[in-house]
């Protein structure tokens, strides 16, 4: 398998994109382009579809907040249809992964010291579902961000 990067919501907002939340969209449309013709593949995780959703319903303007929802609905179909570049990956929200999290997955920090240190459990959760990503496929994985705290784990 090709490089596989996870996308985080600070991508994700920038590549439907989310109005006031997409300051780097012209950068994030180049470089999914240059990343692309490299052959990489593309995992969303949870945490982004879930924020990135969010942030859709809080634009005021309704039929702005309808277009961008149908932006980012189009995106999920892609997946669940199995359509390059984007992966499927099947994570189970159960006992195992909130240990995981708790543990830190593969970091050597616990949740409460990612807390301390500024990344979010939303990060944290993003850090995890890649690391079991990893594990079952063997294929070493990024993380597509903007954000410091995360793309210290990328």
Known sequence: MSRVSFI??????????????DQNADEVRREMK????????????????????????Q???GQ???QTAEKLAAILNLICEGKA?????????????????LDGADTMSSYVEHAVNK????DLCIITERFYFQERSSVRAGIW???AGLRAHA
């Open 85 to 101: 570049p984007w992966v499927l990956h099947d994570v189970a929200w159960d006992r195992a992964f909130l240990k995981t999290l």
């Open 119 to 122: 990344v979010g459990a939303g």
């Open 8 to 21: 985080d919501t600070t991508v994700l907002c920038n590549l439907v994109p989310v109005p006031g939340r």
């Open 34 to 57: 240059e990343r692309l013709a490299r052959g990489e593949r593309f995992i969303l995780p949870i945490t982004s579809v879930v924020e990135t959703g969010n942030f859709i319903a």
């Open 145 to 147: 961000t903007f954000d």
């Open 64 to 66: 702005l907040r309808r």
């Open 59 to 61: 634009v005021s303007d």
